[in-house]
């Protein structure tokens, strides 16, 4: 694609760094983007707030652009219960339901050696320190049924039995 100007290329290289969306994808993204010129504006504006005011909630690791996340603060919440998830998409998905009342631990990603994710790269002392500083009285794993997933839920399970917390997992297996 030399026959583009540089800022079209550098576009089509930034969208293809999305999970999810590869080089022809993001061909189509950027010239559907250049042909809606307001578009583009109201995107970039709103990317420059995002960059400006979102970070990681200092309790649960979810991205707020508060002091605490929405869930945190709300005070309904049974904060004696924390829900492991991997990343932000689990929250959403566990909140659709409407049915789960206390709050989250997010780990930010899932026990990964081969793609340099070890325990130590994710939030797995900070979840120890909340338990240990809070009255937590059970921690559940909602952790993906991959290979990584059950990794790291075997790995919480381990280390939490040193805790006075009960530990349990999300049910698995056809509904």
């Known amino acids: 694609m030399k026959h583009l100007p540089d800022f079209i290329q550098k576009l089509i290289i930034e969208f293809d760094k999305l999970p999810g969306v590869g ?38 690791f979810d991205l707020t652009d508060d002091g605490l ?27 659709k339901t409407g049915e ?12 990964s050696p081969l793609e340099g994710l070890t325990p130590d790269k994710l939030k797995i002392k900070e979840l120890i320190t909340r338990i240990k500083n809070n009255d937590i009285e059970e921690i559940i794993l909602a952790l993906d049924q991959s290979l990584e997933g059950e990794a ?15 530990v349990s997992q999300l049910a698995r297996g056809i509904p």
């Open 100 to 111: 789960f009342d206390g709050v989250y631990h997010l780990l930010n990603g899932l026990l």
């Open 23 to 60: 080089p022809k994808t993001s061909s189509r993204l950027v010239f559907n983007l250049l042909h809606r010129k307001e578009d583009i504006k109201e995107l970039a504006e709103a990317l420059g707030i995002a960059y400006q005011n979102i970070h990681f909630c200092p309790e649960c």
């Open 152 to 166: 790291t839920s075997l790995y919480l399970t381990k280390i939490l039995k040193d805790q006075a917390v009960k």
């Open 69 to 95: 996340c929405s869930i945190c603060k709300n005070p309904q919440r049974n904060k004696n219960i924390i829900c492991v998830v991997a990343n932000n998409q689990d929250v959403q998905a566990i909140e």
